[in-house]
C-alpha cells in the first residue's frame, strides 16, 4: 500500500512541475494556460495529500509538512484571487510574509514540547 502511495505522490509531484512549468509559459487566459493550471492544481491537490499521509506515519513533524501547508495555504489564496479576479501580488505578499507568524510559532512549540533540547549552557 505504502509504495502505491509513492509511486502516486512523484507521479503527481512531476505532473505538478510540468504543468507548473506550461501554465508560466503560457499568457494568462489562453486555453493551454487555463488548462494547464487545473492539472497543475489537481495534481498539486494529490501531491500534498499523498505527502501528508505519507507524513502521518511518523510522529515527528517533518519540515516537509509544514512546506505542504504553506504550499496549500498559498494555492487556496492563488485560487481565491483568481476566483475573485484580483491582482495575485498582494495576496502572495501577505501569505508569504505574514502566514509564517501566524502558522509557525504553534509547529515550533509543538516541536519543542515533543522534542525537547538539553541546555546548552
Given at each position: 500500500m505504502r509504495s502505491a502511495v509513492?509511486?502516486?505522490h512523484i507521479v503527481a509531484a512531476t505532473l505538478a512541475l510540468i504543468a507548473g512549468l506550461v501554465a508560466t509559459r503560457r499568457p494568462n487566459g489562453t486555453p493551454v494556460h487555463r488548462r494547464a493550471g487545473?492539472?497543475?492544481v489537481l495534481s498539486w491537490v494529490c501531491f500534498a495529500s499523498t505527502g501528508l499521509w505519507l507524513g502521518a506515519a511518523r510522529a515527528a513533524i517533518?519540515?516537509?509538512e509544514i512546506l505542504t501547508i504553506l504550499g496549500a495555504l498559498a494555492l487556496m489564496v492563488a485560487l481565491?484571487?483568481?476566483r475573485r479576479k484580483?491582482?495575485?501580488g498582494a495576496w502572495m505578499f501577505w501569505l508569504m510574509v505574514a502566514a509564517p507568524f501566524f502558522v509557525l510559532p504553534?509547529?515550533?512549540g509543538r516541536l519543542r514540547?515533543?522534542?525537547p533540547?538539553?541546555?546548552r549552557s
Open positions: 509513492v509511486f502516486v487545473r492539472v497543475y517533518s519540515p516537509f481565491l484571487a483568481i484580483q491582482l495575485f504553534p509547529v515550533v514540547a515533543r522534542f533540547v538539553a541546555d
